[in-house]
């Protein structure tokens, strides 16, 4: 036994501590959970590619730690897949409460539930789901985003309508239930992705976190220290705290830590009088029928919106046209309309929060700024100008795309700052995957509730199973490299421009390109990461040393390690990591930081690589040697950096980036590190 929860009083804590054998003891916390078309997106092809090499990840396990899953779901059916479970598998489909065996299948091969840190730290509470089934929706919706089978015609309500398949649709899922509708602790956590590690799985899928701990007391740090010991992968979501810089959560070194973007993908549209069409966004649930050919009503006391009682006497005169006003919040406009049961509405806003995040609850649609021009000049090109909102529409293609999304947490992570986070950025907003069909999914008006077998949903907890999904794949494809090799390719070889060929733009800070400590190092590119020409590996006493470094006790590191056979004798800033950060403070006016580096070559033979910089403003980045020469595969070689930056004046407070990138030699390898510097104050 490595660990156990229970409760203590002081007096018996304290003879806990002065017993042999003591190493730690924290208090129990609370977790947060961070929640068709994206596999197309991502470029995912099963006549090449990761999809083709990984046989489509066939006979890898992923672990949830999640909120359960519904098992009838048609994405968690067996059709197609192999008879022949891996014989490493230890896990088993436990009993509960509206479960049994019979319900995992060749698909589910596992599933199991964790709470007694919930009943402990609640005596009096009745677990409502006493077993793996899930009641929230989200463990079904990760699940099935990271390895659902194929599932035709799924759709929210007739949008996004399409075949549904996980990233990885040949993988084995194991579910372990640890987040409750009574609550969400760390010990429960634990024993999860313990159980996880001890079943065998390959990877470890976290949508969840826990906010402002030191390594040494965070659940998801010391299981995964474990899990990457085996080569297990954990691909773990940074949270819903954005855009603020450093509000991330699972900033550990050892794992990796996925933000989220946007696609390209939008719902519905507005159709004018004279034929025009602008693409506009609406989930109502609905058909079109309801609102065809109505007028459009547009004034300037009306269209704000903000009146109940305007709105109810104008409910059944036609479309109005809310303004997109400073004054006027435009979920107080949505909230209004919705009340006065207006027969439809227009609303002009660019608020991400609403894009990603929010619903319509009346027949309405929300149109970009940028397409106001068209509809008032044709509102004011006729007598009696009409419209029609065309809804359970779904148009791709929409550029730009990926936008790294306003709501996705932003580095540095408080919790270990010297390492670059998030990793890198996977598709999170408006993800379409399976969920409880007991559940409220849409609403209509005030009252109206209505479910579906699948939802929309946005959050880091969608990205994360994107990028569990791609580990997956590359766990098959590369069964022999080390879980930091299988994050380094990912890094390396994600895509930091967006579909128009220019830097990813943060939704979060309008007009601004993202930076790394938005996206990490880009959106994810499987295919590419499937031949990254180099990777950075990392063993585990790297990570000791580098926690030996931040000036953890003993204690502490042996809480993490929970092993005996690492030591401190090298301890290091610096880790062999696929990315830089460095921190420059407020009185130093010259800031230099010195970082060292290995590369495996994992390409087919011998190759050479020469350096291309982008400084950081204001920075210049020294990369020695320039050129690396292979002349066999797994062969290693060394370089150093060297980041100086000197501040023009004490008022200077910026985050800067750039990135490092070697270049193969009549290659098509192209091996990226993103750079960023940072103030010591945003942390």
């Known amino acids: 036994m490595h660990g156990f929860s229970a409760i203590l009083s002081p007096n018996e804590l304290n003879n806990l501590k002065n017993s042999h054998g003591f190493v730690s003891a924290y208090l129990d916390r609370t977790a947060t959970i961070d929640t068709t078309h994206t596999f197309e997106f991502l470029s995912l092809d099963p006549s090449k590619g990761l999809w083709n090499a990984s046989n489509l990840g066939e006979n890898v396990i992923v672990g949830l730690i999640d909120t359960g899953i519904w098992p009838e779901s048609e994405s968690f059916k067996d059709d197609g897949m192999s008879k022949n479970i891996p014989t490493k598998w230890k896990g088993k489909c436990e009993i509960g409460q509206d479960f049994n065996t019979s319900m995992c299948n060749l698909k589910l091969i596992g599933a199991r539930y964790f709470n007694k840190g919930v009943i402990a730290s609640k005596p009096n509470v009745k677990i409502s789901m006493n077993s793996p089934r899930d009641t929230q929706g989200h463990g079904s919706h990760t699940s099935s985003t990271v390895a659902g089978n194929y599932v035709n015609d799924a759709s929210y309500f007739g949008y996004a309508k399409g075949v549904a398949r996980g990233i990885a649709p040949k993988a084995r899922l194991a579910m372990y239930k640890v987040l409750w509708d009574e609550g969400r602790v760390a010990s429960d956590v634990l024993a999860g992705m313990d159980q996880a590690i001890d079943d065998n799985v390959d990877v470890i899928s976290i949508s969840l976190g826990f906010d402002n701990l030191p390594l040494y007391e965070d659940p998801v740090a010391i299981a995964s220290f474990a899990a990457m010991e085996k080569n297990v992968i954990v691909s773990s979501s940074a949270g819903n705290e954005g855009p603020k810089l450093s509000t991330l959560h699972n900033g550990i070194p050892w794992v990796m830590t996925v933000a989220a973007g946007t696609i ?367 002349s066999y595969k797994n062969e290693k070689q060394s370089y150093s950096v060297v980041v100086k930056y000197k501040r023009k004046n004490k008022k200077e407070n910026d985050v800067l980036f750039g990135d490092i990138v070697w270049v193969e030699e009549g290659g098509a390898h192209s091996v990226r590190s993103p750079i960023v510097v940072a103030p010591n104050d945003i942390v």
């Open 264 to 630: 390209d993908r939008t719902f519905g549209s507005l159709i004018l009088g004279n034929g025009e069409t602008i693409v506009g966004w609406t989930l109502y649930p609905i058909t079109n029928a309801l609102v065809h050919n109505l007028p459009l009503v547009y004034n300037k006391t009306l269209s704000s919106c903000n009146s109940f009682s305007l709105l109810s006497e104008a409910a059944t005169r036609g479309i109005i046209v809310c303004e997109a006003l400073e004054s006027v919040s435009v979920f107080n406009q949505i909230n209004n309309v919705t009340s006065a049961s207006v027969v439809g509405a227009v609303f002009i806003s660019e608020n991400p929060i609403l894009i990603d995040l929010g619903r319509v609850f009346s027949p309405s649609i929300v149109i970009n700024p940028k397409d106001k021009k068209a509809l008032i000049r044709y509102i004011k090109s006729v007598e009696f100008p009409f419209a029609s909102i065309n809804f359970q529409q779904t148009f791709v293609g929409i550029k730009p795309a990926p936008a790294a999304a306003h709501y996705s947490s932003r580095g540095p992570s408080k919790s270990y700052p010297r390492i670059l986070k998030p990793d890198v950025m996977a598709p999170g907003s408006n993800v379409l995957a399976a969920y409880v069909p007991t559940l409220s999914s849409a609403t209509i008006g005030r009252n109206v509730f209505l479910s579906s077998n699948y939802n929309l949903l946005s959050g880091t907890s969608m990205a994360c199973p994107h990028a569990s999904g791609i580990a997956a794949l590359l766990k098959a494809a590369k069964p022999d490299w080390s879980a930091a090799a299988i994050r380094s390719a990912i890094v390396t070889t994600a895509n930091p421009l967006d579909n128009t060929q220019n830097p990813i733009m943060d939704n979060g800070n309008p007009s601004q390109f993202a930076s790394p400590l938005a996206m990490g190092a880009g959106e994810i590119d499987p295919n590419k990461a499937l031949d990254p020409g180099l990777i950075y590996d990392a063993t585990p006493q790297d990570y000791v040393n580098l926690l030996c470094d931040f000036g953890y006790t003993h204690n502490q590191i042996l809480t993490i390690t929970r092993s005996k056979k690492y030591n401190c004798d090298k301890p290091s800033h610096d880790l062999n990591y696929p990315s830089f950060i460095a921190f420059y403070g407020n009185k130093a006016k010259t800031m230099v930081q010195k970082f060292s580096r290995t590369v495996t070559n994992v390409g087919d033979g011998a190759a050479s690589y020469n350096v291309k910089v982008t400084n950081p403003k204001g920075c210049v980045v020294t990369v020695l040697p320039e050129k690396l020469t292979f």
